[in-house]
Protein backbone atom coordinates (compact mmCIF):
# COMPACT_ATOMS: atom_id res chain seq x y z
CA UNK A 1 0.00 0.00 0.00
CA UNK A 2 1.67 3.32 -1.24
CA UNK A 3 1.44 5.93 1.75
CA UNK A 4 0.84 9.23 -1.05
CA UNK A 5 -3.04 7.77 -2.20
CA UNK A 6 -5.18 4.93 -2.42
CA UNK A 7 -4.95 1.29 -3.66
CA UNK A 8 -6.76 -0.41 -6.07
CA UNK A 9 -6.38 -4.51 -7.52
CA UNK A 10 -6.05 -5.47 -10.83
CA UNK A 11 -5.27 -2.38 -12.81
CA UNK A 12 -6.25 0.29 -10.85
CA UNK A 13 -4.36 3.70 -10.77
CA UNK A 14 -3.68 5.52 -7.76
CA UNK A 15 -2.83 9.04 -8.30
CA UNK A 16 -0.33 11.08 -5.28
CA UNK A 17 0.26 14.49 -5.30
CA UNK A 18 4.12 13.40 -6.02
CA UNK A 19 3.59 10.26 -7.44
CA UNK A 20 1.96 7.45 -9.74
CA UNK A 21 1.75 3.85 -9.03
CA UNK A 22 0.66 0.92 -11.24
CA UNK A 23 0.97 -2.35 -10.83
CA UNK A 24 -0.94 -5.41 -12.37
CA UNK A 25 -0.90 -9.29 -11.02
CA UNK A 26 -0.49 -11.97 -13.19
CA UNK A 27 0.07 -15.18 -10.92
CA UNK A 28 3.66 -14.56 -9.93
CA UNK A 29 4.55 -11.44 -11.94
CA UNK A 30 4.87 -8.10 -11.48
CA UNK A 31 5.08 -5.43 -13.13
CA UNK A 32 5.52 -2.27 -11.80
CA UNK A 33 5.91 1.30 -12.79
CA UNK A 34 6.61 4.07 -11.15
CA UNK A 35 7.40 7.94 -12.01
CA UNK A 36 8.27 10.53 -9.91
CA UNK A 37 7.23 13.96 -11.15
CA UNK A 38 9.43 16.76 -10.20
CA UNK A 39 8.84 19.77 -9.18
CA UNK A 40 10.05 21.57 -12.42
CA UNK A 41 7.55 19.29 -14.60
CA UNK A 42 9.58 16.49 -16.62
CA UNK A 43 7.96 14.71 -18.77
CA UNK A 44 7.27 10.94 -17.99
CA UNK A 45 9.32 9.69 -21.11
CA UNK A 46 12.20 11.19 -19.57
CA UNK A 47 12.28 9.06 -16.54
CA UNK A 48 11.01 5.94 -17.59
CA UNK A 49 12.71 5.67 -20.68
CA UNK A 50 14.78 2.26 -20.07
CA UNK A 51 11.68 0.21 -18.70
CA UNK A 52 9.45 1.62 -22.09
CA UNK A 53 10.41 -1.27 -23.90
CA UNK A 54 9.46 -4.24 -21.31
CA UNK A 55 6.35 -2.75 -20.79
CA UNK A 56 5.67 -2.45 -24.64
CA UNK A 57 6.60 -6.55 -24.96
CA UNK A 58 4.52 -7.35 -21.70
CA UNK A 59 1.43 -5.47 -22.54
CA UNK A 60 0.16 -7.98 -25.13
CA UNK A 61 0.47 -10.97 -22.79
CA UNK A 62 -1.03 -8.97 -19.82
CA UNK A 63 -4.12 -8.10 -21.91
CA UNK A 64 -4.50 -11.38 -23.39
CA UNK A 65 -4.40 -13.07 -19.75
CA UNK A 66 -6.52 -10.32 -17.83
CA UNK A 67 -9.95 -12.29 -18.79
CA UNK A 68 -8.84 -15.23 -17.36
CA UNK A 69 -7.11 -13.91 -14.45
CA UNK A 70 -10.69 -11.66 -13.82
CA UNK A 71 -12.55 -15.25 -13.85
CA UNK A 72 -10.96 -16.67 -11.37
CA UNK A 73 -12.86 -16.13 -7.54
CA UNK A 74 -10.22 -13.77 -5.50
CA UNK A 75 -10.75 -14.13 -2.21
CA UNK A 76 -11.91 -11.15 -0.34
CA UNK A 77 -9.63 -7.86 0.68
CA UNK A 78 -9.00 -7.73 4.33
CA UNK A 79 -6.94 -6.02 6.00
CA UNK A 80 -4.06 -6.89 7.90
CA UNK A 81 -5.06 -6.64 11.24
CA UNK A 82 -8.04 -8.85 11.11
CA UNK A 83 -6.36 -11.84 12.38
CA UNK A 84 -5.74 -9.67 15.42
CA UNK A 85 -7.91 -10.61 18.83
CA UNK A 86 -10.16 -7.49 18.90
CA UNK A 87 -8.79 -5.20 21.61
CA UNK A 88 -11.00 -5.20 24.96
CA UNK A 89 -13.47 -2.63 25.81
CA UNK A 90 -11.79 -0.39 27.81
CA UNK A 91 -15.49 0.18 29.86
CA UNK A 92 -15.28 -3.16 30.72
CA UNK A 93 -12.25 -3.61 32.73
CA UNK A 94 -13.29 -0.52 34.83
CA UNK A 95 -13.45 -2.07 37.99
CA UNK A 96 -16.97 -1.45 39.74
CA UNK A 97 -17.08 1.23 42.93
CA UNK A 98 -18.83 0.27 46.26
CA UNK A 99 -19.68 3.23 48.24
CA UNK A 100 -19.46 2.14 52.05
CA UNK A 101 -20.13 4.84 54.84
CA UNK A 102 -19.01 4.35 58.51
CA UNK A 103 -22.18 4.67 60.34
CA UNK A 104 -20.57 4.86 63.25
CA UNK A 105 -18.81 7.91 62.21
CA UNK A 106 -21.58 9.49 61.88
CA UNK A 107 -23.95 8.40 64.45
CA UNK A 108 -24.84 11.73 66.69
CA UNK A 109 -25.99 12.35 69.86
CA UNK A 110 -29.29 10.26 71.23
CA UNK A 111 -32.65 12.42 70.86
CA UNK A 112 -35.60 13.35 73.25
CA UNK A 113 -38.16 10.55 73.54
CA UNK A 114 -40.89 10.91 71.21
CA UNK A 115 -44.64 11.36 72.26
CA UNK A 116 -46.74 8.04 73.19
CA UNK A 117 -48.71 5.99 70.38
CA UNK A 118 -51.85 5.43 69.67
CA UNK A 119 -53.12 2.07 71.96
CA UNK A 120 -53.71 -0.21 69.45
CA UNK A 121 -56.76 -3.28 69.09
CA UNK A 122 -57.46 -5.58 72.29
CA UNK A 123 -56.59 -8.73 71.24
CA UNK A 124 -58.00 -12.22 71.55
CA UNK A 125 -59.60 -12.82 75.34
CA UNK A 126 -56.92 -15.74 76.56
CA UNK A 127 -58.37 -18.82 78.70
CA UNK A 128 -59.17 -18.24 82.11
CA UNK A 129 -55.80 -18.96 84.71
CA UNK A 130 -56.07 -21.03 87.71
CA UNK A 131 -57.71 -20.36 90.50
CA UNK A 132 -56.10 -18.41 93.41
CA UNK A 133 -55.85 -19.07 96.84
CA UNK A 134 -58.68 -18.00 99.36
CA UNK A 135 -58.26 -14.68 100.69
CA UNK A 136 -58.63 -14.07 104.23
CA UNK A 137 -62.26 -12.92 105.12
CA UNK A 138 -63.37 -9.54 105.10
CA UNK A 139 -64.76 -7.38 107.84
CA UNK A 140 -68.38 -7.42 108.55
CA UNK A 141 -70.15 -3.91 105.91
CA UNK A 142 -72.61 -1.42 107.18
CA UNK A 143 -76.20 -2.51 107.23
CA UNK A 144 -78.26 -1.58 103.92
CA UNK A 145 -80.80 1.15 103.75
CA UNK A 146 -84.22 -0.47 104.37
CA UNK A 147 -85.89 -2.30 101.78
CA UNK A 148 -89.70 -2.22 100.07
CA UNK A 149 -92.55 -3.83 102.09
CA UNK A 150 -93.13 -7.51 101.10
CA UNK A 151 -95.99 -7.38 98.32
CA UNK A 152 -98.27 -10.81 98.86
CA UNK A 153 -101.19 -11.27 96.81
CA UNK A 154 -104.12 -11.95 98.97
CA UNK A 155 -108.04 -12.63 98.87
CA UNK A 156 -110.67 -14.27 101.80
CA UNK A 157 -113.94 -14.75 102.95
CA UNK A 158 -115.93 -15.68 105.75
CA UNK A 159 -119.71 -15.41 105.83
CA UNK A 160 -122.47 -16.57 107.56
CA UNK A 161 -126.79 -17.57 107.21
CA UNK A 162 -129.26 -16.46 109.92
CA UNK A 163 -132.06 -17.69 107.85
CA UNK A 164 -133.50 -20.72 106.62
CA UNK A 165 -134.34 -21.45 103.15
CA UNK A 166 -136.32 -23.75 101.22
CA UNK A 167 -136.22 -24.62 97.92
CA UNK A 168 -138.49 -22.36 94.76
CA UNK A 169 -139.49 -23.25 91.44
CA UNK A 170 -136.19 -22.30 90.16
CA UNK A 171 -132.37 -22.34 91.45
CA UNK A 172 -131.32 -19.80 94.02
CA UNK A 173 -127.88 -18.58 95.01
CA UNK A 174 -127.13 -18.74 99.07
CA UNK A 175 -127.08 -15.39 100.01
CA UNK A 176 -125.28 -14.50 103.39
CA UNK A 177 -126.24 -12.11 105.81
CA UNK A 178 -123.47 -12.06 108.58
CA UNK A 179 -119.90 -11.07 107.46
CA UNK A 180 -116.62 -12.56 109.33
CA UNK A 181 -113.73 -11.64 106.82
CA UNK A 182 -114.14 -10.15 103.32
CA UNK A 183 -110.58 -8.98 102.14
CA UNK A 184 -109.89 -6.94 100.03
CA UNK A 185 -113.90 -7.31 99.33
CA UNK A 186 -113.98 -9.84 97.08
CA UNK A 187 -117.20 -11.47 97.78
CA UNK A 188 -120.02 -9.78 96.48
CA UNK A 189 -122.84 -9.80 99.56
CA UNK A 190 -125.57 -8.66 97.29
CA UNK A 191 -125.20 -11.06 95.05
CA UNK A 192 -123.40 -13.58 97.19
CA UNK A 193 -121.00 -14.82 94.71
CA UNK A 194 -117.02 -14.40 94.95
CA UNK A 195 -115.27 -12.53 92.12
CA UNK A 196 -112.00 -14.03 91.34
CA UNK A 197 -109.20 -10.63 91.30
CA UNK A 198 -105.81 -12.50 91.71
CA UNK A 199 -105.89 -16.14 89.71
CA UNK A 200 -104.44 -19.04 91.12
CA UNK A 201 -105.53 -21.90 93.65
CA UNK A 202 -108.45 -21.43 96.10
CA UNK A 203 -109.86 -23.32 98.80
CA UNK A 204 -113.15 -23.28 99.34
CA UNK A 205 -115.80 -24.57 102.09
CA UNK A 206 -119.65 -24.94 102.85
CA UNK A 207 -121.27 -25.94 105.97
CA UNK A 208 -125.18 -26.59 106.35
CA UNK A 209 -127.65 -27.69 108.83
CA UNK A 210 -130.20 -30.02 107.60
CA UNK A 211 -134.11 -29.76 108.20
CA UNK A 212 -135.77 -32.35 109.43
CA UNK A 213 -137.79 -34.82 106.81
CA UNK A 214 -136.80 -32.76 104.32
CA UNK A 215 -133.57 -33.37 101.78
CA UNK A 216 -130.62 -30.99 101.55
CA UNK A 217 -129.36 -30.69 97.92
CA UNK A 218 -126.70 -28.12 97.33
CA UNK A 219 -124.04 -27.38 95.08
CA UNK A 220 -120.84 -25.52 95.10
CA UNK A 221 -120.68 -23.64 91.52
CA UNK A 222 -117.82 -22.09 89.49
CA UNK A 223 -119.22 -19.74 87.09
CA UNK A 224 -122.15 -22.14 85.98
CA UNK A 225 -120.33 -25.55 86.33
CA UNK A 226 -121.65 -27.55 89.18
CA UNK A 227 -117.95 -28.93 91.15
CA UNK A 228 -119.30 -30.34 93.96
CA UNK A 229 -122.38 -31.39 95.94
CA UNK A 230 -123.99 -31.06 99.45
CA UNK A 231 -126.58 -33.94 100.18
CA UNK A 232 -128.63 -35.28 103.02
CA UNK A 233 -131.52 -37.49 102.92
CA UNK A 234 -134.50 -36.95 104.62
CA UNK A 235 -134.19 -37.57 107.95
CA UNK A 236 -136.69 -37.80 111.60
CA UNK A 237 -132.95 -36.33 113.00
CA UNK A 238 -131.55 -32.84 111.62
CA UNK A 239 -127.67 -32.70 110.95
CA UNK A 240 -124.71 -30.31 109.95
CA UNK A 241 -122.89 -31.99 106.55
CA UNK A 242 -119.83 -30.26 104.99
CA UNK A 243 -117.97 -30.12 102.10
CA UNK A 244 -114.62 -28.96 100.68
CA UNK A 245 -112.81 -28.04 97.49
CA UNK A 246 -109.73 -26.73 95.86
CA UNK A 247 -110.17 -24.82 92.84
CA UNK A 248 -107.69 -23.38 90.08
CA UNK A 249 -109.59 -19.82 89.40
CA UNK A 250 -109.04 -17.52 86.43
CA UNK A 251 -109.31 -13.93 86.62
CA UNK A 252 -112.91 -12.78 86.93
CA UNK A 253 -114.22 -16.77 87.59
CA UNK A 254 -117.22 -16.80 89.79
CA UNK A 255 -117.68 -18.92 93.03
CA UNK A 256 -120.55 -19.64 94.69
CA UNK A 257 -123.44 -21.84 96.82
CA UNK A 258 -126.85 -23.09 94.17
CA UNK A 259 -129.86 -24.28 95.87
CA UNK A 260 -131.46 -26.98 93.89
CA UNK A 261 -135.09 -26.17 92.53
CA UNK A 262 -138.50 -27.75 93.78
CA UNK A 263 -138.65 -30.81 91.95
CA UNK A 264 -137.86 -32.13 95.31
CA UNK A 265 -139.03 -30.89 98.91
CA UNK A 266 -135.88 -29.25 99.54
CA UNK A 267 -134.36 -26.91 102.64
CA UNK A 268 -131.63 -25.98 104.86
CA UNK A 269 -132.03 -25.03 108.55
CA UNK A 270 -130.68 -21.66 110.68
CA UNK A 271 -132.39 -19.52 113.21
CA UNK A 272 -131.61 -15.83 114.39
CA UNK A 273 -129.59 -17.08 117.99
CA UNK A 274 -126.97 -19.37 116.08
CA UNK A 275 -125.08 -19.02 112.60
CA UNK A 276 -125.47 -22.59 111.13
CA UNK A 277 -124.46 -21.76 107.69
CA UNK A 278 -121.08 -20.83 106.60
CA UNK A 279 -118.97 -20.29 103.51
CA UNK A 280 -115.46 -19.91 103.43
CA UNK A 281 -112.65 -19.38 100.88
CA UNK A 282 -108.69 -18.19 100.79
CA UNK A 283 -106.40 -17.49 98.08
CA UNK A 284 -103.49 -20.54 98.65
CA UNK A 285 -101.15 -19.71 95.48
CA UNK A 286 -101.46 -16.72 93.33
CA UNK A 287 -100.60 -17.64 89.50
CA UNK A 288 -99.01 -13.97 89.20
CA UNK A 289 -96.01 -15.02 91.71
Not at 76 to 87: Q, T, Y
Not at 221 to 241: F, G, L
Request: glycine content about 10%; some cysteine; overall charge neutral.
Amino acid sequence: MDPFGTWQQNGAVQMGARRVWIGWNVGDWTWTRRAARLASGQAWGATVSAGSVMFGFLLPLVLFLLPLTLSVPQPPCSRCCDDLPPAEDPMRTVPEVHTYINMTILKGDKGDKGDKGTPGKPGLEGPPGPRGHEGPKGSKGQAGAPGDPCKSEHSAFSLGRRKALHSADYYQALVFDTVFVNIPEHFDMFTGKFHCRVPGVYFFNVNIHTWNFKETYLHIMQNEEAQAIIYAQPSDRSIMQSQSILLPLRLGDEVWVRLYKRERENAIYSDDVDVYITFNGYLIKSSLE
